[in-house]
């Protein structure tokens, strides 16, 4: 299968090189320049490759794959043919034919290796994108509430992209700064044509407006392999071609670096980028590989750990190890309509931030932020989490009070493997949200007593420097 692909410039997860296979036209957006992809064939999966999971743990997944419909053509990554070939069970999912399980473990012992062991996930639907040149900063602080002004280099921040006045979410994406003025950014595959809209939309402004030049590339036809999980570390340093040198113990949380990985055919790849993190509240690496190297290098993982180390895991187990770790999830419980504060993600807004605003929806934000006490405006709802009676809330399910007053809607839910308790998040009215509140949650017409819990539910395991708990 050909892709196509062209470089305009930097962001930052995986970079180096890009293998141009075929190329487009670069197109101008005010003084900035864009990629323009031209999208590679695809053919339908017959029905037999599209098998549904009774899989209690990822109900999401599934109603997702049912919306679209048979003679959709769906994109590939580039391991789908791994993927097959490991009785990976294919299904739709935003867009792409992705694995939700494999034939040697169920979504529920997938999940528990993860926590056991490691577990490798293809998250190669996920947009990468390059953001380089002397306003990229700048910019990056319009769009979105964080200090990149003051992120050192190979350091990473969870953050928000969002709109205008009403500070709304586009999207949640990940950054990383390369360089002084180069960026690397990972958006959600769910969301690629509003984001991309959206990308050259804020750019032609900031810079028809007089800023600074801005370089963006979207990194399509490139991989993305996270690699999950208490062993995660022993792993990735086993197939290192300079394991002295690169110290895996000083990388931390939320820091990246330039790896050469060895192949299977011995050689030495070319640097990829590792990002310490991942979306399981585990220990673990995001990999971003170049389309040349994608399968060889996930390959060589799977060969050097072994299956009784490291085994692939699909959505299933990412959705249900995601919600243990208190993770949102894009179109279910963040969405264009919802902001940083009532999504419980103030954090994002940097301390600086906060005085100086300056980004898109910082009007609405900042009021958010401060209570109604203190002058500000407050917000009617908040994220929180559920421990849920009985059977399980799913998307949709409605939060009441003892009168059976609506005060909310579930947003997120699944059996947690890990406790054995049905858990589930969504929003709830104010006043509602603190910890031990007990409410009730209509479950098929029936009524199932809840307690607002805090998140995470499993608590995290990350390589941080003060902890220093998990392996390296």
């Known amino acids: 299968m050909q892709r196509a692909k062209v470089m305009v410039a930097a962001r930052g997860s995986v970079l180096n090189p890009v293998l141009i296979l075929s190329k487009a036209p670069l197109l101008s957006i005010g003084h900035g320049v864009r990629t323009v992809t031209r999208k590679s064939p695809t053919t339908p999966l ?15 997944v599934i109603r ?35 694995p939700v399980q494999y034939g040697d473990l169920g979504v529920g012992e997938s999940h528990k290796w993860t926590r056991e062991k490691a577990s490798l996930f293809d998250v190669g639907h996920m947009v990468q994108h390059r953001l380089s040149g002397p ?63 959206y990308l050259a939309e804020q750019i032609d402004e900031f810079t028809s407006a007089g800023a600074e030049k801005v370089d963006w590339e979207t990194l399509d036809g490139w991989g993305l392999v996270a690699v999950q999980g208490p062993l995660s570390a022993e792993i990735l340093g086993g197939i290192l071609t300079e394991p002295a040198e690169v110290k895996l113990k000083e990388l931390y949380f939320g820091q990246s670096k330039f790896l050469r990985l060895r192949l299977p055919s011995g050689e030495a790849s070319t640097p990829v980028l590792a990002s310490r ?7 673990g690496f995001e990999i971003s590989l170049p389309p040349e190297i994608v399968v060889s290098a996930t390959e060589s993982l799977l060969q050097s750990a072994g299956p009784d180390r490291l085994r692939l895991a699909g959505l299933g187990a990412r959705d249900s190890l995601r919600l ?35 980004f898109n929806g910082a009007e609405t934000v900042l ?18 989490g559920f421990i849920v009676d009985g059977a399980p809330a799913r998307e949709g399910a409605e939060i009441v009070d003892a009168e059976g007053n609506v005060i909310g809607k579930i947003t997120s839910g699944c059996p947690s ?10 929003y709830i009215k104010s006043g509602h949200h603190k910890a031990g509140t007990e409410v009730e949650i209509l479950v098929r017409g029936k009524r199932r007593k809840a307690k607002v819990t805090k998140m995470p539910f499993v608590a995290s395991k990350y390589w941080k420097q003060a902890a220093g708990s998990a392996p390296a």
């Open 46 to 60: 017959p029905a037999h490759r599209r098998p549904l999971v009774n899989a209690g743990i990822c109900m999401q």
């Open 64 to 98: 997702h794959a049912s919306t679209v419909s048979n003679g959709a053509i769906l994109r590939r990554t580039p391991l789908y043919d791994l993927h097959v070939a490991r009785m990976g069970k294919m299904v739709p999912f935003a867009g792409y034919s992705m």
């Open 135 to 197: 306003g990229a900063g700048a910019l990056l602080e319009r769009i979105t509430p964080a200090s990149i002004a003051s992120l050192d280099q190979h350091h990473s921040t969870l953050s928000c992209l969002l709109h205008p006045v009403t500070g709304g979410i586009v999207d949640d994406t990940v950054i990383t700064r390369l360089g002084p003025e180069s960026f690397y950014l990972v958006t959600n595959a769910a969301c690629r044509e509003k984001d991309t809209a």
């Open 277 to 283: 993190g991942g979306y399981t509240g585990e220990d």
């Open 324 to 358: 243990e770790a208190g993770m949102c999830l894009y179109g279910h419980d963040l969405d264009d309509s919802t902001t940083p504060v009532e999504a419980a993600l103030s954090w994002t807004v940097g301390k600086d931030r906060r005085t100086g605003g300056g």
């Open 367 to 384: 009021r958010q932020i401060k209570p109604v006490k203190d002058g500000g405006s407050g917000v009617s709802r908040r994220r929180v």
């Open 417 to 426: 493997p890990t406790l054995g308790k049905n858990i589930a998040m969504g």
